[in-house]
């Protein structure tokens, strides 16, 4: 399955609206505004802590987003459930 950034979704979107007003001989502008999709909202999760350790006697569950350079940074300790001072995005 390939995945499409939103950029790419925005450019096939605003391609398809041109076309079709080409191709129906109106006005693209005209075109574009009728045929835009809805916004969507993306709501991202604030970053995750750096170690669970950072998180230790918390109750409530933790939600959190890792950029890619995150993912790929420190250290990860332990096997199936990883020691509380592995790196949680390099975990994830």
């Known amino acids: ?26 006005d693209a502008e005209e075109a574009a505004e009728e045929e835009a999709p809805e916004e969507e909202e993306v709501v991202l999760a604030e970053a995750c802590p750096d170690r669970v350790l950072d998180q230790r006697g918390a109750t409530e569950p933790l939600t959190c987003s890792c950029t890619v350079e995150a993912a790929s940074e420190g250290s990860v300790w332990g096997a199936g459930p990883y020691t509380d001072d592995s790196r949680v995005c390099r975990a994830a």
């Open 1 to 26: 399955m390939k995945f499409r950034s939103i950029f790419q979704s925005i450019a096939i979107a605003a391609s398809a609206s041109l076309m079709a007003a080409c191709a129906g001989g109106g």
